[in-house]
């Protein structure tokens, strides 16, 4: 196992995943909703926003897993954030030796496949990763990519602007603090005006202003002398000026004991700037109003936060509207559709608007009457649901045009109350109408295949067991005429060599279908067989009729290779690839055969190579396996022995295969499982 390597910037890439103070914290929405979405485009059972820390991966959201971290040196994550700007993609992790030892790929966990995005900040920092993880090995494709780098760009706007709104209430906490320290005091907080950390103004009841800070002052750059001859409308942006002033006068009057309002404030070089004020009055010795004094917060930074929230938001309204599948949020205590992408149009013919007008009435109106009673049970399923666990039903929808279409929905937990109770599902549905079709399509062929195959049955019957005693007979009344002829002439022994000889041919045929039904109706008994010793046996007994020929037989076997299976059918496959290569020797050049043994993980491979005569396979190809089929005609046969070799080989849960040139030659492949 190969661990992670340590970027070259460690240091200050912890440094900067500490700035987040986001590592042990609770749960938040936000992100969960990133590894749902990421696990349904990707086709996951596993997502995660995993943040890579000083020893170990910790999960901020996960999707299909337990752990809330594990080990730095076990992690992919670790290996993922080296490339900040590149997915980092294992499609096997059992072939790839850098994991295929790792505990999480061996262990129970058994990670088969791992993509993850680097989750990088806009200093180039890669914080940890948004990773989808199978069980089994696959490959992402463009599209998939695509989305899973969008999703992980929006964790890190994300986790971004968690960090500004905690910097934000860190700020507002101070602002709320200090409003109350200056009603406590009078009028002599000279040094605690330049002193706090927000813009301070002091204005008479008029407006005028007296005082103001540093703060202030390097936030719309005037000075101290500029700003005491304006006043705060004219430091308002003009469309606020109104709800500023009515505020100051409900505060005059004693209507209201100090008031907060956003507002957008002038600064020097005509740009504006958002503040947040909160005024109160300093009153006099008589308790009356004498001064207003204002603390003003720049939120500037605020609002481009609510501003990527919004993006954000946008982002995700997006992704769900270019994913093809239904996406929809619904509310089991009203009974009613509370969202849905555009995808329901094309897939029901219904707007979203006309949907959450039904309300109550969309499954009843929708719902086919046989699906209904399993629909409502599914809801009961999910309101059971642990989270992040999914409940899958099937069924039936009306579309607009009156047809139904069948649907595959995937629901989970999307909202509790104070209870504990589920009051909102998530949910994604996919058409799956045509997958229906075929499905019944593919029945109705099973079952004219079965006719057919019974058919097949009952005519090999009659042909191996019903004509057996009629080729008999011909054959006795045949010897009995030969006995009777007394002229026998070359025309009269020509004509009984060709009756003899065509009897041979529909004897030969007649065995060879016996021989075909009985390895169909055959219970196989598997006996554990040394593979090189028995094709050394096999080859010895062959030997000997090769040498006739002047034929070369080459051997490449590996030794010590165990096989469970049928002693019988495995000599008789061997055999008679064996004397096809004999009997289709080329007659231009030297018989040469090749048989090879090999261990291939868990399975046998076989190799049986001459350079005999060979097929054309792009005329043959489809029918090389079939009955009664013959390549080449200088040799008695009768086309049924392939097709044997091909029933022997599939009756021991095998495959074969054969590749074959004109007069080059032929090479037959069988694969067997190993004990």
Known sequence: MKKPDIPYNEKTRQAALDSYQIVGTLPEQIFDDATYIASQICNTPIALVSLVDKDRQWFKSKVGIDADETHRDLSFCGHAINTPHQIFEVQNTKEDKRFSDNPLVAGDLNIGFYAGVPLTNENEMALGTLCVIDQNPKELNEQQKKALKALARDVVYKIEARKRELELEKKSQINTELLKKLEQTNFRFQSLIESAPLGIVVTDLKGSIIQTNEVLENMLEYSKEEFQKMSVSKLTYSADINKTKLNMKKLIEGKVKQFTMEKRYVAKDGSLIWGRISSAFVPDSNGHPAYLIGTIENINEEKQVKQELQRSKNFLSKITNIIPNIIYVFNQKTMSNEYANREIGATLGYSVEEVQELGERLMPSLCHPDDLNRLFEHFEAVARLEDETVAKIEYRMKHKD???????????????????????????????????????????????????????????????????????????????????????????????????????????????????????????????IEVSKLLGELIDSAQSEIEAINGDLYLDMEEGILIKTNLVYFKSIIQNLISNAIKYRSPERVLKLKIAAKKNKNKLNICVEDNGLGIDLELQRNRIFGMFNRFHHHSEGSGMGLYIVKSMVEKLNGNITIESSVNKGTSFQIELKLL
């Open 402 to 528: 009156g047809i139904y279409r069948w649907l595959l929905s995937e629901d989970t937990v999307f909202e509790r109350n104070g209870e504990g109770l589920v009051v909102k599902q998530l949910g994604v549905a996919t058409d799956i109408t045509e997958l229906k079709e075929v499905q019944e399509k593919l029945s109705e062929q099973t079952i004219q295949l079965q006719k057919r195959n019974e058919d097949l049955k009952q005519f090999t019957y009659v042909a191996t067991h019903d004509l057996k005693s009629p080729i008999a007979n011909i054959k006795g009344f045949f010897n009995l005429l030969k006995k009777e002829v007394k002229d026998n002439t070359p025309k009269v022994a020509m004509a009984f060599k060709h009756i003899e000889k065509e009897i041979q041919n529909f004897t030969t045929t007649q065995e060879g279908l016996t021989k075909a039904i009985k390895i169909r109706e055959d219970k196989i008994i598997a006996d554990e």
